[in-house]
């Protein structure tokens, strides 16, 4: 069974930094592209970065890149988004995707980022 | 990377077909057959519904179709039903290679 699960959100000051992980279970992180999608309480899905099956192309929305790092561990099965020089508007629930590379049909349960002083 | 333009909202009656329009530009919608749908409930994470236009992932509804005209997709759920209540949301794929969501639409069904 394809499970994902999301952990590192939690509280952060503005420009501070952040590590989310996203655990893979059920296939291999190395198979797939895989996503991570945010959603601001109340607001819709934005997709924010994406890194394909051998590691050789990642990609970003404008309004992270530079900031924000994608990355995995294969030997762990687990990929990362690094965040930093956090901001108010970074706020939101990160969920991590298993895709395709342009859809997901597996998204894990979702973890809070607040960004807040 | 703007957003993709839907309405905000919907609604229609059971058993009715509505449609949930998704527009955007030459440089992702129309560019690419690369639109996908997804429903998602209140406090629930989305689920794929539609992929590269329309194609239904294995145990979607056939009362949930796909298409594509220009540079607008659309969504259409024939013979609505209480539980397609739900927010739904369009992506594509972008000249940029990255992705680019729709703002949701709320449907209702009355």
């Known amino acids: 069974e394809v499970q994902l699960v999301e952990s590192g959100g939690g509280l952060v000051q503005p420009g501070g930094s952040l590590r989310l992980s996203c655990a893979a279970s059920?296939?291999?992180?190395?198979?797939?592209?895989m996503h991570w999608v945010r959603q601001a309480p109340g607001k819709g899905l934005v997709w924010v970065s994406r890194?394909?099956?051998?590691?050789?192309?990642?990609n970003y929305a404008d309004s992270v890149k530079g900031r924000f790092t994608i990355s995995r561990d294969i030997a762990k099965n687990t990929m990362y988004l690094q965040m930093n020089g956090l901001r108010a508007e970074d706020t939101a629930v990160y969920y991590c995707a298993r895709g395709g590379a342009v859809a997901s049909a597996y998204w894990g349960q979702g973890t809070l980022v607040t960004v807040s002083s | 990377q703007s957003a993709l333009s839907q309405p905000a909202s919907v609604s229609g009656s059971p058993g009715q077909s509505i449609t949930i329009s998704c527009t955007g530009t030459s440089s992702d919608v129309g560019g690419y057959n690369s639109v996908s749908w997804y429903q998602q409930y209140p406090g629930k994470v989305p689920k794929l519904m539609i992929y590269?236009?329309?194609k239904r992932p294995s145990g979607v509804s056939n009362r949930f179709s796909g298409s594509k005209s220009a540079n607008t997709a659309s969504l259409t759920i024939s013979g609505l039903q209480a539980e397609d209540e739900a927010d739904y949301y369009c992506?594509?794929?972008?000249?940029?290679?990255?992705?680019?969501f729709g703002g949701g639409t709320k449907l209702t069904v009355l």
């Open positions: 890194i394909n099956s051998d590691e050789s192309s990642t």
């Open positions: 059920g296939f291999t992180l190395s198979s797939y592209w």
């Open positions: 992506s594509s794929y972008t000249t940029s290679s990255t992705l680019v």
């Open positions: 590269d236009v329309n």
